[in-house]
């Protein structure tokens, strides 16, 4: 009796440490297949990118143009300002930073950026050409001060037909809450 007693204790002993890790590894590796990629100018689209990736519990890296961005070159006002000149040349690709992160490990890939003259910054345009990204899910979201993100990922969409573009959302002065509940639509766990 006592030698079943501890079979029987060993066996279940064995099926719960078993099944626990199972679970946690492959919930980490769902985890670890989402990312967050971003381009701020300003900070709005870094603060609702860092907000956006600790919900989702996603990796995080940042689109860096080798010369940032000054207020004059922002200035969109001015037709001979940086930004201007290149929002009105389709072909303008300003260089950027190595990302340090390979996107081809995640199959989930949220990509943040302001609206610029209703598209993305030429530089978001940059990453999307020098990273593999065909076949991969992409979800933009975006900051504007006016636009909404229509435009913009209608023209991801024609640009760029390999990728699996989702819905996007504009997420200006999105709340925590309002964020989880757009994860939960789009089936992502927010924590």
């Known amino acids: ?5 501890t ?5 279940l002993t064995f099926l719960s440490v078993s099944a ?12 670890k297949n989402v990312l967050v990629v971003y381009f701020s100018a300003m900070g709005t689209t ?20 080798i010369n940032p961005y000054t207020n004059a070159d922002l200035n969109w006002h001015n037709s001979q300002s940086r930004s201007s000149v290149e929002m ?6 300003p260089e950027i930073k190595a990302i340090g992160i ?10 943040g950026y302001p609206i610029w003259w209703d598209l993305v910054p030429r530089a978001v345009n940059t990453f999307i050409e020098s990273s593999d990204l065909a076949g ?10 006016s636009s909404s993100i229509a435009g913009s990922v209608a023209a991801l969409k024609k640009s760029y037909p390999k990728v699996k573009w989702q819905t996007g959302r504009l997420l200006n002065h999105a709340s925590v809450e309002e964020i989880k509940i757009w994860l939960n639509k789009i089936g992502i766990s927010p924590l």
């Open 1 to 5: 009796m006592n030698l079943l007693k």
């Open 7 to 11: 079979i029987f204790l060993a066996v």
């Open 20 to 31: 626990f890790p199972q679970n946690d590894s492959k919930k980490n590796m769902e985890k």
């Open 46 to 65: 870094k603060r609702v990118a860092e907000k956006l990736a600790n919900l989702a519990d996603a990796d995080i890296c940042e689109i860096i143009p």
């Open 88 to 93: 009105n040349d389709p072909q303008s690709r």
């Open 102 to 111: 390979d996107v081809s490990k995640y199959d989930c890939i949220f990509l």
């Open 136 to 145: 991969k899910t992409i979800i933009p979201f975006v900051t504007s001060g």
